[in-house]
């Protein structure tokens, strides 16, 4: 039944992808990725892959389809037609890539198979030792927190270089003018409707953000996904309220205190393991007993990891909200 | 005898739920104007939700499960009626589409 299900949703991803290419309005095509990744989420979920799940639901869906809206408000509705001669590069370019990825999986193992080596190299070592040296069930959190720790921190700095330019990019014009600062005043003040329902959300997402984020070590979730579902909370409370409320209550130095905030303690909980007589982010030195030592040290990385993803999605949306039009500035 | 009858209610309730969703999927597809073809989505909105859950909740009776479908239920029923609303406000402001009566009334008003 479950494969099934998993086929239905594959092809209607299929559909979905091919109704992106052939729209070429843009609030369109939007609004089909946000599907598509909702799609995406659920096969993840199907897959077991719950914590994939949750990040591509609150990044994929939600975050990103708000930054995609933001960003066409700066540009036109429609896509521009391509010229005839690019076209025929681009077809080669996607026909030798597929053919690429079809020949790719010829070979590969069946889905779920036990003898597959990617289950046979260094997970099964992740799956016996998880329980015994952190002390707690979610391998997922273990494995990239503790045992890839290093690849975890690269993606924190990642996510924090990704902020930073976009904020390099976009910042340099915030918007100015009476049109302008009567929008930014208003938000959705007027939909009575959104406003009572958002503010009755607001809070309750906030703590589904905080308990994803200190459960991540027994259920599903983490930094990576706390970050994003806090994020969306505040970006419904801009979209309620208006730019200007939302950034009185979060302003544009809190958000890179945050950012940076997260990505330092990531790394100075390394730099710690090593003055202790450690590895860097080698946690079992933090404290008299490792079990208790990784757990610390992991729940330190994992808020600061949500810190960073946090402070970076809210200030790309800020960064995208608070500009000018550029149609308004002529 | 009466957890039997209570499964089956759960099973009715049930396919009351998945008949409402594909009664809002025909609809979508074949009603005429947007507002109408939101008037048969709103139907997967609430009635199908109310259904669905309520099924699922005499299925699962007195667990953590039940609290969860609650809290979902409820969520979904704040929020699917919202996003109906927001829809239809920005399709009447952008004027992408007027509702049908409004076309005759303005049509009676300018004939005479």
């Known amino acids: 039944m479950t494969i099934v299900f998993a086929l239905f949703l594959l092809t209607l991803l299929v559909v979905t992808a091919l109704a992106i290419v052939r729209t070429k309005n843009l609030f369109i095509a939007t609004m089909l990725l946000s599907i598509f990744s909702l799609l995406m989420a659920v096969n993840f979920f199907i897959l077991d892959a719950a914590d994939v799940a949750l990040t591509e639901a609150a990044v994929g869906a939600g975050v990103t389809t708000v930054i995609f809206l933001s960003a066409l408000r700066l540009t036109s509705q429609y896509e521009r037609g391509s010229l005839a001669s690019s076209r025929w590069i681009a077809v080669i370019v996607v026909v030798t890539t597929t053919v690429l990825l079809i020949s790719g999986t010829i070979n590969t193992p069946n889905l779920g198979d036990p003898n597959a080596p990617v289950h046979q190299h260094v997970a099964p070592f992740y799956l016996e030792n998880t329980e015994a040296l952190m002390g707690f069930p979610n391998v997922v959190t273990a494995v990239l927190s503790s045992f890839r720790g290093y690849d975890t921190l690269g993606e924190v700095f990642v996510v924090f270089i990704a902020a930073v330019g976009v904020m390099f990019i976009l910042d340099a014009r915030q918007g100015t003018g009476p049109e302008y600062e009567l929008r930014v005043e208003k938000g959705l003040k007027h939909h009575l409707i959104p406003r009572a329902v958002g503010g009755l959300l607001i809070p309750f997402m906030l703590l589904f953000g905080l308990y994803v984020q200190f459960h991540g070590e027994y259920g599903p979730g983490g930094g990576f996904q706390a970050g994003a579902i806090v994020a969306t909370a505040f970006i419904l409370h801009a979209i309620l309220e208006g730019e200007r409320t939302a950034l009185k209550a979060f302003s544009r130095n809190a958000q890179m205190a945050l950012i940076i905030g997260g990505s330092t303690l990531y790394g100075a909980v390394g730099v710690v393991c090593m003055l202790k007589g450690g590895t860097f982010l080698d946690y079992s030195v933090l404290m008299e007993d490792p079990v208790t030592a990784r757990q610390v040290g992991i729940i330190i990385i994992e808020l600061g990891v949500g810190m960073a993803v946090c402070g970076a999605l809210l200030s790309i949306f800020h960064s995208f909200a608070a500009r000018k039009p550029v149609a308004q500035a002529k | ?112």
């Open chain 2, 1 to 112: 005898m009466i957890e039997v009858a209570i499964e089956w209610l759960g099973n009715a309730l049930l396919i009351v739920g998945a008949a409402s969703v594909l009664i809002g999927g025909i609809g979508v597809i074949r009603m005429p104007d947007l507002y109408s073809r939101m008037h048969a989505s709103s139907l997967t909105d609430t009635m199908a939700t109310l259904a669905l859950f309520s099924g699922l909740m005499l299925h699962s009776g007195f667990t953590l499960a039940t609290i969860k479908l609650m809290a979902i239920m409820a969520f979904l029923l704040l929020t699917g009626p919202t996003a109906t609303y927001a829809l239809a406000n920005a399709a009447f402001r952008s004027g992408i589409e007027q509702p049908r009566s409004l076309n005759t009334d303005d049509q009676e008003k300018s004939a005479p």
